[in-house]
């Protein structure tokens, strides 16, 4: 025996029958007529919402990825990829990252909620890492916000700037960047702008260009401005010439945005890499940051990052983590545990923090030492053009240089896999494939110079 329809059933039932009334070859009870209409309706209704929806133009990056991968050529290489390879063109987990897992593991902690702001010793420990002795007695001028790596980082920055400022600031970008920062910063709502950085002519930086955008850009902008490493460039300022930036921002009033994602990568020193935040620190700056740890610690996985935004005052680095927590907790909650503990457990741990500086030390010399093999072997093979920039630019992407046709050759012919732009990431290179790219990098520049 059918249990008994409730009344509130009947009801809709009725309502929903008087709105769309089944067809006369029904004969069914109102509970089922109720049943085939919603799902007629959510039928109808579903082929209508997403129609007009048109598929977004595949990620640049991610996309050069995916055709590596489909390739079956024995001689494919991937230029493409942001993340360190070996010299056996494998990933590498560090093995100070290892040792800090075990002891997690031994320590048996639970996977308990973070809370919003994150880890506190990750947390206290970040910050130590991007600011040093300039630190000392000015800790609570600082928010530091756990964050889901650099990406999540730049979000919450963007979030805040598009929440406090009573005029929303245009947010200026090197020409070019990393693509994301256009995606973070226009999804809140700001106004991106592109400013002068790469001179296509020296392979260099277009100081000249950079300092004229400043002191052109209105009063009170934002400058997102590359800790060190520069994506997609690899060109960086001297110390003198982020000397003058933070001069010209101080004199207008802008705000720097240091986007972090290399430090101790680049040159295999942690000091030498941060000046640019501690310029800005002692400066007395109020400016945001975002860090990331997938590169110096080689956890892509595992999206561990921080926020910073450096405050006058404890009273105002209250009320800012207040609004970055309202943020975080909108967009993710809380962050993930696993990453957090990881770094703080390698960060705290004598032994384990001088394991780690030595695998930074590997890996960043290893990319250096793949620029000079690079460099060698394309003077060795005489190919036309001045190819210096390569072992002068720093960090894991080198702006080659090469045109759109030129790189066309490389992936078509050669199935070496690049952007467009010509960046090239040198984690890709190795040893045993770099003859084979100064030979098809010769043959790209020899062939299209003598069809123009």
């Known amino acids: 025996m059918f249990p008994r329809e409730s009344a509130s059933i009947r009801r809709l039932s009725k309502t929903v029958n008087h709105i769309c009334p089944p067809s006369s070859s029904h004969n069914s009870s109102p509970s089922s007529s109720l049943s085939s209409t919603t799902v007629s309706s959510s039928k109808k209704n579903n082929s209508k919402m997403f129609s007009h929806v048109q598929v977004a133009p595949p990620d640049p990056i991610l996309g050069v990825s995916l055709a590596y991968k489909v390739d079956q050529s024995p001689n494919k290489v991937d230029l493409g990829v942001g993340a360190y390879r070996t010299d056996d063109g494998l990933p590498y987990v560090l093995s100070s990252v290892k040792k800090a897992e075990k002891a997690i593991l031994d320590a048996n902690f639970n996977k308990e909620y973070l809370p919003i702001d994150g880890l506190a010793e990750f947390d206290r420990l970040a910050t130590d890492l991007l600011f040093g002795a300039d630190l000392k007695g000015q800790e609570k001028r600082v928010v530091t916000v756990q964050s889901l790596s650099g990406t999540g980082a730049l979000r919450l920055g963007a979030a805040l700037i598009g929440r406090i400022f009573a005029n929303k600031p245009t947010v200026y970008v090197s020409k070019p960047t990393w693509s994301n920062h256009f995606n973070i910063f226009r999804n809140e709502g700001l106004e991106v702008k592109e400013y002068r950085y790469f001179d296509s002519k020296t392979n260099g930086l277009d100081f000249e260009g950079l300092i004229a955008d400043l002191k052109a850009a209105p009063n009170g902008s934002v400058f997102v401005l590359h800790l ?24 207008k009033g802008h705000v720097p945005f240091v986007d972090g994602a290399y430090q101790g990568y680049a040159s295999g020193d942690l000091d030498r890499d941060a000046f640019a935040a501690r310029l800005f620190f002692r400066r007395g700056f109020e400016f945001f940051s975002a860090q990331s740890f997938s590169k110096n610690f080689g956890l892509y996985g595992e999206r561990i990052g921080s926020f910073f935004a450096v405050t006058n005052s404890p009273q105002a680095a209250e009320a800012v983590l207040s609004q970055v927590k309202l943020d975080a907790r909108a967009l993710y909650s809380n962050p993930p545990v696993h990453g957090a503990r990881i770094v703080a457990k390698v960060l705290s741990d004598p032994a384990l923090y001088q394991e780690w500086i030595a695998e930074l030390k590997e890996m960043s010399g290893r990319i250096i030492q793949m620029r000079q093999q690079l460099f060698d072997a394309l003077a060795a093979r005489k190919t036309p053009g001045d190819w210096s920039h390569i072992v002068k630019q720093i960090g894991m992407f080198a702006y080659t240089g090469l045109t759109p046709e030129q790189v066309d050759i490389l992936i078509n012919k050669y199935h070496i896999y690049l952007l467009k732009s010509g960046r090239v990431s040198m984690a890709g290179v190795n040893s045993k494939n770099v003859n084979y790219i100064a030979d098809a990098i010769h043959d790209a520049v020899v062939s299209t110079k003598a069809k123009h």
């Open 228 to 251: 060190c490493a520069h994506n997609p460039t690899g060109v960086d300022p001297t110390i003198d010439q982020w000397e003058i930036i933070a001069n010209i921002c101080q004199e």
